[in-house]
């Protein structure tokens, strides 16, 4: 018995998230599905990131167990053959069997793509946030600085969540124009339901001139969520990279 | 009566390509139908570029004549409201009732984006193509020298096609690598059918060390379209611009 983690990209446009759920097709699902079929065991992946629908990934991590002869590294081209052409495996490798996805300590980094310009380029529709008043960029990041390092992001959590401990650790967000495009990027040690989500939605204010920058500070202190900006669009969020200690 | 010119962006996946045909669904019949609604005239358009099926489009061009009180600026906001999200009209205004995007002089600029890796990537896909040998960016770019200027291109031209006048000039064909891809992009005064896809796959032949740079040369003399490499697939072709002097 081996334990093998796989890399997992995907484009989220047709899955209702990663997570099995009743309604709708998920990540999860088709991975499962597919690796069973493959190895001829019945094999159910723990996920590392639960990303909601409509949330895109260059590398979630998910591991199984398994008794197959297939060597470890080669193992994401064998599946891939399987796999429907948006959800493509990147990387497998053995790991120890304890190593486990969400209870390991690890460090996320996710990127949200806003289109800022007068209209819509729709090549880019799918992956990114269309926002067509101007978006103040120097404010935005002044703003940026309050979320980073230790706080209770209560402020910044949908309320729907079944978390109690809200602290989490923020170590960078930048917020970067390259073009007609702001891209911000988020590393934490864990994120709350929507969290990235909805900071972005109180960056955008910020751009707008709707908050001041510092006013980001004072939404966390309240641990008020109805103080932040409305949650985003899931189009515009890709998981970037998961990495463990 | 005046005449109005509409530089259009397209997501070229869910449609047969820019030109009305009997089947399927055509990006031309589309903005036909919501300018006919909007200005309750019978409007059809004149377009500049018969993008293929599945084609994208940065800015096509296309004209028609109305009595509209709607400002020719502003005309852009109005389409866009009705439009479908994978049609946006980025820019409307008013040109001499005589100026025609196909008889008219031009240049055109087209990119062809290749994802060079070892796995594709989901979310990429519908705008690139996968390749994953590795390619000879070098190779590629000494090829590509041959390529540009005048010439009788029927090598690399589809047989189907209909035209009999094959000689075009090339401005520029510039071969740039931006990390795992490879943006290929082409300036001339036309192009013939399908001749961007084919000088790519031409191109590639030589990435792959099939063909040596020289090679070009030689089927450019031939006018023999089988010594040319294959026709690569339209998702990832994008008309970048139409430039009118």
Request: include cysteine; glycine fraction near 6%; aromatic fraction near 8%.
């Amino acid at each position: 018995m081996k334990r093998i983690k796989l890399e997992i990209a995907y484009d989220g446009t047709n899955y209702r998230g990663w997570q099995i759920q009743p309604n709708g097709i998920t990540v999860e699902e088709v991975v499962n599905k597919k690796l069973s079929e493959l190895l001829k065991e019945d094999i159910q992946v723990i996920g590392a990131s639960r990303t909601d629908s409509g949330v895109h990934a260059l590398a979630n991590v998910a591991v199984f167990d398994t008794n197959t002869r297939i060597p470890s590294d080669k193992f994401c081209y064998a599946l891939n053959q399987r796999l429907p052409e948006d959800i493509r495996v990147q990387k497998s490798m053995e790991v120890p069997l304890d190593f486990h996805p969400r209870y390991c300590n690890s460090t996320k980094t996710y990127e949200y793509k806003i289109l800022n310009r007068n209209i819509d380029i729709p090549c880019y529709r799918m992956n990114s946030h269309f926002v067509y008043l101007p978006l103040d960029v120097e404010r935005m990041q002044k703003a940026a600085t309050y979320i980073v390092g230790e706080h209770d992001f209560k402020s910044f959590c949908s309320t729907r969540t079944q978390v109690l401990d809200t602290v989490r650790t923020v170590y960078s967000l930048s917020v970067v124009k390259e073009g007609d495009f702001i891209n911000i990027r988020i590393t934490g040690n864990g994120f709350l339901y929507n969290m990235v989500r909805i900071i972005v939605g109180t960056l955008i204010k910020v751009g707008l001139k709707v908050y001041p920058p510092e006013h980001i500070g004072e939404i966390i202190e309240s641990k008020n969520r109805t103080l932040a900006g409305p949650k985003v669009p899931a189009k515009g969020l890709t998981l970037i990279k998961i990495e463990y200690e």
